[in-house]
């Protein structure tokens, strides 16, 4: 079965969440007068992400949309730091996640595969926040899937699911693109294709994740322009 | 409260729904012999639409895509005219609906008012069908909502108001751009901000709808570039 369509994990594949997030974080809190190791502050945000998720994810509570866990995630940070903020400005710092820059090669890569292949986040990130940040970084998504149509977080079965049957395709047509070998593996048991992109900075500096093991996933690739090229784009 | 984002039922406001199936039908049919008023054909099969919609929105039956509605709507259709086909040609004839031409201005349109405003399909139509009828017409949609991730038909208000809900704004940031005062009205229902666009032609020579009374809805233009310009984009 051909690919018909390529399905992207957004948060570390597509941008950079760390030094976006450090940049927001800094341009919102050091006027303040406030000073930490952005960087740091950025890692120690999204290290609340996942468990937040987990307990959506095993029914401890419904699902919310990612905004609101980023939100309350950032509450508690704020907390842990000492940093007292008003509500508007703690809805201004969640928003950093609206502005989070793509890798440089992204837009010129999608632009390429836009043209032989229909091209969907399915991230754990909401509507809201998946159209500003397409608008913003010219991310030419032919629609937004992933956790908030699902109302499941990956690697629930759903997220995959849903994106398959909303795109009107077998699993099997579609090519999941994620810098995270867990994203991709829940993928494949969903019947999907898999494209793993190598992402060293994701973490920062220091923290450069291994390649996979040859033949692990369908492709591997070092960024969106090598991916176009293996797929014929 | 400014207005954010746009939101646009599809069939009659965007696309020439009634000719485009004509075109489509005739060039499916017309080789194995089959003559029919391709016009009155497709009036035929969408005169089908809203009973078919009515029992989802009345709870005769759970929510099913618009795709299967089309798909059984046909078949009926198919039988009462005589009409033999195998199941790959009517599936063939049913994505007839993933092949519909905008209108002329539609284009400019929207890409005007992209720079200024998010763009999204609040149409009964499943994110299938609209994401290959934008990517054939070159629609610029940011994000595809409307029925399916409401799993509910326009007129009814879970389909303005998750659209709403899922681009983060109040229904007051939204303008729903319809050609059908039934549609305007059910937003406008649920706080959106409504603009009328006359669409003269879509249910053929002949049958042209008349224009609403000054002052029925926020705006009233004559196409796309006219809704442009009245909003300053």
Redesign the interface.
Known sequence: MSIEALTFDVFGTVVDWRASVAREAEAILAPKGIQRDWGAFASAWRARYQPAMKKVREGERPFVIL?ALHRENLVDLLNEEGISLSEAEIDALNFAWRRLDPWPDVVAGLTGLKRRY?L?PVSNG??????RM??RAGLP?????GA??ARAYKPQAEAYDSAAR????EPAQCLMVAAHPYDLRAAARRGFKTAYVHRPLEEGPGAEAAWPETGAFDYAVADFLALAEALGA
């Open positions: 905004d229909i969907a909401n509507i809201a926040l998946m159209v397409a608008r998504w032919d629609a937004i899937l908030e149509v909303m795109l009107g395709l």
